[in-house]
């Protein structure tokens, strides 16, 4: 039998159940506003089932008249942090992952604490007995837990905003405020009445400023160089630009400096705008190189020329399945300067053909190197 408060709930959950099928058919199927409804379906098929649970607090017996009027259950906080967490998950669903990462975590807080609580008060009738045995439950695990909560709060809003100002003021801003921390500290412990209510107000205050800051910055996005660079992966071999002038970021901060040496086959040099390679071991000039297939292996480029130059390897092309379009095959080193050296690992799969003979050169330079691949 359903109760009266238990009717309306019911009628909630159908109402808003099929608003938000008509939302998805007629309107947008992955929009805010049907899991927004879904929500709403969700919280009241709960609250319906807590108040036919509950029969809406009824008595029909003495007996049971008499036990509701002994027991009385203390306040609790943990059902309206649950449902933060719930509106945090379907937040996240429509926007952000760490939104639904986080909401994810307050369900399981606030849930495991609504649980603890509500079984240390039916522990008996003594309220201090209840609460002692509510702190040897769980009590050793709140304080660290809520402390590593707070500090990964903490850490990603300070993230935020070092990452939305320029690479600049991110340094100075960290040097700022971990100075700050040290003074602040330092005083405290110098000065006992600073201790007690002004040490809250200080902490009040620099977390709400840093709750403020943090969600602006996080909410304006990261810096423009660096959501350009999440967006395109400047390093990747597609990103790689083997033409003569500089590229923008593959050419960023070049090594020219080669540590490892082991499977090297060859070294390919330019030098007085000239091209020309050596096997290893071998002091005598060659025109072909070869390198075994499917098998890293490594070429070691030297620049003895007075400007800038990069190594390049052509390995033919590929039809793009889709288009039917040719690409070239290939890759690079990044600028190599005067008196410099960069590696160029490889692993070819295939054998080049008669039609697209593989081959290294140096944009700039006259002359290639050919490869052989057995």
Not at 185 to 199: D, F, M, N
Not at 310 to 316: A, D, E, F, K, M
Request: proline share 4%; with cysteine; charged share 15%.
């Amino acid at each position: 039998m359903f109760t009266p408060s238990s009717k309306y709930f019911v009628g909630l959950t159908g109402i808003a159940l099929v608003s938000a099928i008509l939302y998805m058919f007629l309107i947008n199927p992955s929009d805010l506003g049907a899991i927004a409804l879904f929500g709403v379906a969700a919280s009241s098929a709960l609250v319906a089932g807590f108040t036919l649970f509950t029969r809406d607090g009824d008595a029909f017996t003495d007996e049971e008249a008499v036990a509701a009027a002994t027991y009385a259950p203390g306040g609790s906080i943990w059902p309206i942090v649950f449902a933060l967490g719930a509106a945090l998950v379907l937040t996240g669903l429509a926007t952000v992952p760490v939104v639904f990462i986080l909401g994810i975590g307050v369900l399981f807080g606030a849930g495991l604490e609504w649980t603890i609580q509500n079984w240390s008060q039916r522990a008996s009738a003594d309220t201090a007995f209840n609460s002692f045995v509510r702190e040897r439950a769980i009590g050793a695990l709140e304080y660290p837990g809520l402390a590593a909560v707070g500090l990964a709060i903490i850490a990603y809003l300070f993230s935020r905003i070092v990452l939305a100002v320029s690479k600049e003021a991110g340094p100075i801003i960290f040097i700022v405020v971990a100075a700050a921390i040290l003074v602040v500290g330092i005083l405290i412990s110098q000065k006992p009445a600073l201790r007690g209510r002004v040490t809250v107000l200080i902490s009040t205050a620099a977390v709400i400023a840093l709750v403020v800051v943090g969600v602006i910055a996080a909410l304006s996005g990261e810096r423009h160089e660096l959501a350009v660079s999440s967006e395109e992966d400047h390093y990747s071999a597609e990103h790689r630009e083997c033409e003569v002038a500089a590229s923008e970021h593959y050419d960023h901060l070049a090594n020219n400096q080669v540590s490892l040496r082991s499977a090297v086959t060859a070294t390919i040099f330019v030098e007085d705008g000239k091209l020309r390679a050596q096997a290893i071991g071998i002091k005598k000039d060659i025109d072909t190189i070869t390198i075994p297939r499917s098998l890293g292996t490594t070429v070691i480029f030297r620049n003895l020329d007075e400007t800038e130059h990069r190594l390049v390897v052509n390995l033919g092309s590929h039809t793009v399945a889709e288009t039917g379009v040719k690409e070239k095959v290939g890759t690079c080193t990044q600028l190599t300067g005067k008196k410099q050296e960069q590696a160029l690992t490889l692993t070819i799969p295939k054998p080049a053909t008669s039609e697209e003979p593989y081959f290294f050169e140096v944009p700039g330079i006259e002359g290639e190197i050919k490869l052989v691949v057995p």
